[in-house]
């Protein structure tokens, strides 16, 4: 079952969502509706995120 549902996965195309996600985010920081503050602290907190998130699993990788 594992198997099929890897090769499920596997037929996704992830671009349209991506190109979705970039454009939506140009939309909404050129129409002004969000601020720029706010802007600059979801992405620094997104940053920090996915930083500690790469760092763990570095960590546990190592370990393994």
């Known amino acids: 079952m594992v198997a099929g549902l890897r090769a499920n996965a596997a ?3 992830p671009v ?3 190109e ?3 454009d939506s ?3 909404l920081r050129s129409s002004g ?3 720029d503050r706010f802007i ?3 992405h ?3 940053g920090v ?3 500690l998130a790469g760092l763990i699993f570095g960590r546990n990788y190592g370990k393994a």
């Open 11 to 13: 037929a996704v195309n």
């Open 16 to 18: 349209p969502y991506s």
């Open 20 to 22: 979705l996600i970039m």
């Open 25 to 27: 985010g140009i939309a």
């Open 33 to 35: 509706i969000a601020p």
């Open 40 to 42: 600059a602290v979801f």
């Open 44 to 46: 620094t907190g997104l």
């Open 49 to 51: 995120s996915l930083l």
